[in-house]
């Protein structure tokens, strides 16, 4: 059974940083791309990171670019998200996925997330 599970979440200052963690497990991890994805009370989903341990390619929005880091420790079917300069507008759940690039719509979907960890950025 395929499994992902977020965590470090919680509440920082605007300027701050976080580093979130999701933890993999149910699947081979060399055959997925792992990514997050945010959802904020009343607004959609919207996807932050897509990082393919296959071929190293990394996917950010223009929202987070610069700002957000994701990385892949394969040893331990690991990723995290290193959050700096952290916004009032980035305050949302997180949840990490299995992730993928639709080629239709050119926006990235994620599947299999588990429970999220809320982010709560005050100004």
């Known amino acids: 059974e395929v499994q992902l599970q977020a965590s470090g979440g919680g509440l920082v200052q605007a300027g701050g940083s976080l580093r979130l963690s999701c933890a993999a497990s149910?699947?081979?991890?060399?055959?997925?791309?792992i990514g997050w994805f945010r959802q904020a009370p009343g607004k959609g989903r919207e996807g932050v990171s897509c990082?393919?341990?296959?071929?190293?390619?990394?996917y950010y929005p223009d929202s987070v670019k610069g700002r957000f880091t994701v990385s892949s420790d394969n040893a331990k079917n690991t990723v995290h998200l290193q959050m700096n300069s952290l916004k009032p507008e980035d305050t949302a759940v997180y949840y990490c996925?299995?992730?993928?690039?639709?080629?239709?719509?050119?926006?990235?979907?994620?599947?299999?997330w588990g429970q999220g960890t809320q982010v709560t950025v005050s100004s």
């Open positions: 149910g699947f081979r991890f060399d055959d997925y791309a």
């Open positions: 990082i393919s341990s296959s071929d190293g390619s990394i």
């Open positions: 996925g299995v992730c993928r690039l639709d080629t239709g719509s050119g926006e990235y979907e994620y599947d299999h």
